[in-house]
């Protein structure tokens, strides 16, 4: 607690009282209760706190980081008890914290029972993602919680310490990068890696460690050669009021990570040391009346040119390396990140990286979106400060149901790296790293997207896969006559672009099919010289639709007959009864309204093909039946509680129709009968017996005795359905000794399990 007074020392006497009026409360509220470090547990909280003092967060983010766990582990601490204490802001935060936490915990326990668990773990931070957003500190609150767990890490079981790294490098990481927190963002990559990858993250520290004393030294000899350099320049010291110069290795995650993009080992890097320059500019002078706006365009103005100012004297005293020169200044990060980077080579032959900026410039590196923390009355973020990105989060939980497809588009177009490309005409457009032309069209409007013919960047021809650098300038080349290509799918990553050249397919496709169906059926009418234009009327066909496949939309009507699934006779006998009756012969013009098919008397309306009742659940007249359009054998009709026609429902819906039984006059159908009963001495001849009272004769019998002494008596028999197979049951059941009746499939005569009879 003495790091956290320390740190807020400064702050007003109501400020510094709220904090440790929150101290006690929390103090209290987990008296006696331990960390799985065995530590006491408001270490955790007052950890917290500290990491949100030091980023210089408001007092009330400082007061939520040491309740944030209350309300949710001590049973009589409730959000209004927070509110009455600590104001309506602070509830907000530690409201949404604890669902945040509770959501974290649940999809954890979930991860590690099963793979459905992983799915209710993308649901929980989706959740997590979208509740963050109602206030911007709970994000902050979250990444400091976040950061203290990770660094007591340590005391978890192994499958946790990797299962959490991995939550922090994919999620946790990215989004203090995308706040600008570059402070937090670093150390969660290097306690992520430890995890991760810890014979990578040993022997990196390893090899560093041997050489650290070298390295050092090396790095105070520079910072001392540079710091007289700019205090003996004869213009600086009047611009700056001070100068910090200090000197770092890089961090551990950033040296592996370039060691796997450019495929070079450790002794292959050579800026491994970097100086920072952070420069504070004395205060401005302005001449009296000068307005805000035309003062702080002055100050910033002021500060880069003391910034460029800086790296001319960087490379007045060493060699800067070609190509090695980055302007953060002029074309920012994504993230608001502005700095100068130079790589130059040392008089000890070592090259060292030289990142330049000013005071307000690191702060805003370090400590991202809480450098400018600024808010209204009511405690709202002003606005110009709430970043755009936040709301993509709220539009993609609107435009994606699936949790694990919303948390692929937030890592990948939300939470990915990103470059900053610009218009011919100088806006600014972030983009995910790997954006093509294509991207950067449909990011502008989709029309441009569509009519895309070509682009250039920088003002030369690229191809449209070519993938776009920070700071390029592009320029897209559009035609009327231009539409999207499938190969664009290939090379575009973002979702949106992705999503809206399928659209375009998926809609070409749908009128294309619309087409084919319509001239499909105006080609059959024209054929028979019917009036076309009488029959297409849209309500012809709306009833047409709904009488052959249950819509009223000729759409529909259209795409069954593009994709065969009706024929254009069975939508012409619709249309006109009187082509129906011209089409058909003088004995079937006498017969039942209702056609009546082969096969066992099933019909399937609109399908001329063969119809065959399935071997696998010989299906009777009176069962519940559908049919599945088969590749060349017609149309397979089963009950509809057949095995097969279950999982055919599940996985080609598509291919599955309505069938049912002719109303005409009942034919009969082949069923296949397992008597059961234990073993006899004339079981057949009284089951053959009892069929014969019935006036029945089995077309095939087969009978065995199991080793359990259980017979088994299979019989073939023709009925003309469930009323008639009844009879028979009733007839077998009263035989002595017969147990039970199985209805059984006909495929290859074995006995199956199936409903009975």
């Known amino acids: 607690m003495d790091e956290l007074r320390r740190l807020v020392a400064n702050r007003p006497p109501a400020e510094r009282d709220g904090i440790e009026r929150a101290f006690e409360f929390a103090r209290r509220a987990h008296s006696g209760v331990l960390r ?41 601490v409730t959000f209004e008890g927070i509110e009455e204490g600590f104001g309506p802001d602070v509830r907000r935060i530690v409201e949404g914290e604890t669902k945040v936490s509770k959501l974290s915990k649940q999809g954890s326990q979930a991860a590690e029972v099963s793979d459905a668990g992983r799915d209710v773990q993308a649901e929980n931070l989706r959740q997590m993602l979208v509740a963050m957003t109602d206030d911007i500190r709970i994000i902050v609150v979250k990444l400091a919680d976040r950061l203290h767990n990770m660094r007591t890490l340590g005391a978890m079981k192994p499958e946790k310490q990797v299962r959490i790294a991995r939550e922090t490098m994919e999620v946790f990481a990215p989004l203090a990068h995308r706040l600008g927190i570059g402070q937090i963002k670093w150390e969660l990559e290097d306690l992520s890696f430890q995890y991760l990858h810890p014979e990578e993250y040993d022997f990196l520290r390893s090899r560093l460690r041997t050489r650290q004393e070298e390295r050092q030294a090396l790095i105070e000899r520079a910072v001392a050669q540079l710091n007289e350099a700019l205090v003996d320049d004869l213009e600086l010291p009047e611009w700056v009021a001070d100068i910090d110069i200090a000197g770092r290795s890089k961090h551990l995650w950033s040296i592996h990570n370039k060691m796997q993009r450019e495929g070079k080992a450790l002794e292959q890097i050579f800026d491994l040391l970097a100086i920072r320059v952070i420069l504070t500019p004395r205060d401005l002078v302005a001449p009296a009346g000068t307005d805000e706006k035309r003062r702080e365009r002055a100050e910033e103005t002021r500060e880069k040119r003391i910034c460029y100012h800086t790296v001319s004297i960087v490379h007045s005293i060493w060699t800067p390396l070609p ?4 302007d953060y200044i002029a074309v920012p990060k994504p993230n608001g990140y502005q700095s100068l980077h130079t790589t130059v080579i040392s008089q000890s032959g070592q090259p060292i990286e030289v990142q330049i900026r000013s005071r307000r410039m690191h702060e805003v590196a370090e400590f991202g979106i809480a450098a400018h923390w600024m808010y209204k009355q009511g405690g709202q973020l002003a606005q110009k400060d709430r970043e755009n990105w936040i709301s993509q989060l709220r539009e993609l939980q609107n435009e994606i ?54 682009s250039r960047v920088n003002g030369s021809i690229v191809p449209l896969s070519h993938k776009l650098g920070n ?51 105006e080609r059959y009418l024209r054929k028979r010289q019917l009036p076309v234009r009488q029959l297409m009327r849209t309500k012809l066909l709306e009833e047409a639709a709904n009488k052959l496949i249950g819509s009223r939309n000729p759409d529909d009507l259209y795409h069954a007959l593009s994709a065969g699934k009706l024929t254009p006779s069975a939508v012409g006998r619709v249309l006109s009864p009187s082509l129906a009756q011209e089409q058909a012969g003088p004995a079937q013009r006498r017969a039942p309204a209702a056609p009546r098919p082969e096969n066992g008397g099933v019909y399937v309306e609109g399908f001329t ?14 069962d ?34 309505a069938a049912s039984w002719d109303a005409g006059t009942p034919g009969s159908t082949l069923v296949d009968l397992d008597v059961i009963a234990p073993d006899r001495s004339g079981l057949l001849a009284d089951v053959l017996g ?35 197979l009844a009879a028979v049951r009733a007839a077998i059941l009263r035989v002595d000794g017969v147990t039970d009746l199985v209805r059984v499939g006909r495929g290859d005569g074995r006995v199956r399990n199936g409903a009975s009879a």
């Not at 470090?37 to 980081?65: C, K, Q």
């Not at 190509?323 to 980055?326: E, S, V």
């Not at 005409?425 to 790293?433: E, N, W």
């Not at 093909?609 to 009176?622: A, D, F, H, M």
Request: proline share 4%.
């Open 36 to 76: 799985r470090s065995g530590e006491p547990y408001i270490t955790h909280p007052v950890a917290v706190a500290v990491i949100l003092a030091g980023l210089g967060m408001d007092s009330d983010s400082i007061m939520a980081g040491l309740l944030h766990d209350t309300v949710e582990d001590v049973e009589d």
């Open 323 to 326: 190509g090695r020169f980055k």
């Open 401 to 454: 149901n699936d949790a694990s497809d919303y948390m692929d588009a937030v890592k990948s177009d939300i939470l990915s790296q990103r470059v900053r490309v610009f218009t011919p005409k100088g806006m600014a457009i972030s983009l995910p790293l790997g954006s093509t032309p294509v991207d950067f069209a449909y990011h502008i409007h989709s029309r441009i997207g569509e009519t895309t013919i070509g």
């Open 471 to 521: 700071g390029d300038m592009v320029e897209i080349v559009t035609s009327k006559n231009g539409h999207p290509s499938k190969d664009w799918l290939n090379f575009t990553v973002t979702r949106s672009a992705r999503s809206k050249i399928r659209h375009h397919f998926r809609t070409q496709e749908r009128a294309e099919a619309l087409k084919k169906g319509h001239d499909l059926l």
């Open 609 to 622: 093909t063969t119809t065959k009742l399935s071997n696998c659940c010989s299906p009777i007249r009176g």
């Open 624 to 657: 519940q039946i559908m049919g599945y359009l088969t590749r060349g054998r017609g149309v397979s009709v089963h009950r509809i509680d057949c095995p097969n026609m279950i999982r055919l429902l599940k996985y080609e819906a598509e291919r599955c129709v």
């Open 690 to 724: 009892a069929l014969s009272a019935e006036k029945r004769s089995p077309l095939k019998v087969d009978a065995r005795v199991g080793m359990d002494s259980v017979a088994h008596i299979l019989l073939r028999l023709a009925v003309t359905g469930n009323a008639d």
